[in-house]
């Protein structure tokens, strides 16, 4: 099984309670990625400032970061991209980090994207109308990705309790049952491909193992 952990327990019920429970524990982490095409930089240079960091009002549990990027632009009038991302469990000040997945995806499945423009609109205008900026002139293009299901969970030092490492969720719910081998990159609980690579590596094995073949 290779699809999001905590759905697991659904597609197998006849898992034992307690790898059900810690398969359940964490829930993918919502995402957003917003990126503004911007006519020019002046406002910017003319404030002195490279970034910035937003509230989303509209999805408050968000920090929106608007950062020029990388490449050597030398001309304040050149158009140039801004981009924020953010994954919008971070912003909580929750007793458990792994519920506040769950309330961010349900904010953001409650945010129409016309209301996530907007906000996106007023915030730079506010952040750069001192320094000569017109939403409605100087913004090109505005896109907004949103990934309900986004990253695995990480477990989160101030607010997870601090499991024994053989007692960590994750490590529970990746136990192999009969002929059934649990993969993804939540069994590593970590969020990105390589993770989920040697997940899969370390579920053959047990596939292997569990049923005799090595
Ligand atoms: C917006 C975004 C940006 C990212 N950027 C990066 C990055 O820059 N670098 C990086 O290393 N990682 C990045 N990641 C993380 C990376 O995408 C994941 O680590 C990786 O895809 C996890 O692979 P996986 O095989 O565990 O799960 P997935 O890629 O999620 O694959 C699970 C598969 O299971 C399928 N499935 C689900 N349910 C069922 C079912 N019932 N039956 C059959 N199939 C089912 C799904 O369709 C899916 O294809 C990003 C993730 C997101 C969301």
């Not at 968000?62 to 050597?72: F, G, L």
């Not at 906000?119 to 002139?137: I, K, M, N």
């Not at 899969?200 to 047990?206: G, K, P, T």
Request: hydrophobic share 35%; proline share 6%.
């Amino acid at each position: 099984m290779a699809c999001f952990n905590n759905i697991i327990r659904y597609i197998v019920p006849e898992l034992p309670q307690e790898q059900k429970e810690a398969l359940a524990y964490a829930s993918k982490v919502p995402m957003q990625y917003t990126n503004v095409l911007l006519r020019n930089w002046r406002p910017w240079k003319k404030l002195g400032v490279s970034e910035s960091r937003l509230l989303m009002a509209t999805i408050s549990i968000c920090t929106w970061t608007i950062r020029s990027r990388s490449e050597p632009i030398n001309s304040t009038s050149r158009p140039t991209n801004h981009r924020g991302a953010h994954d919008a469990k971070s912003q909580f000040t929750r007793p458990a980090a792994q519920g506040a997945a769950t309330v961010g995806r349900l904010d953001m499945l409650n945010t129409s994207f016309q209301a996530g423009e907007l906000e996106v609109r007023r915030q730079l205008a506010r952040t750069l109308g001192p320094g000569g900026f017109d939403p409605a002139g100087d913004i090109l293009a505005l896109t907004i990705n949103r990934w309900p299901h986004g990253y695995a969970y990480t477990y989160d030092t101030l607010s997870d309790p601090s499991f024994a490492p053989e007692q960590r969720p994750h490590v529970i719910g990746r136990r192999a049952f009969g002929r059934i081998a649990i993969a993804n990159a939540d069994s590593g609980a970590a969020a990105y491909t390589n993770e989920a690579i040697d997940q899969a590596e370390r579920a053959v094995h047990d596939c292997l193992f569990s049923n005799g073949y090595v």
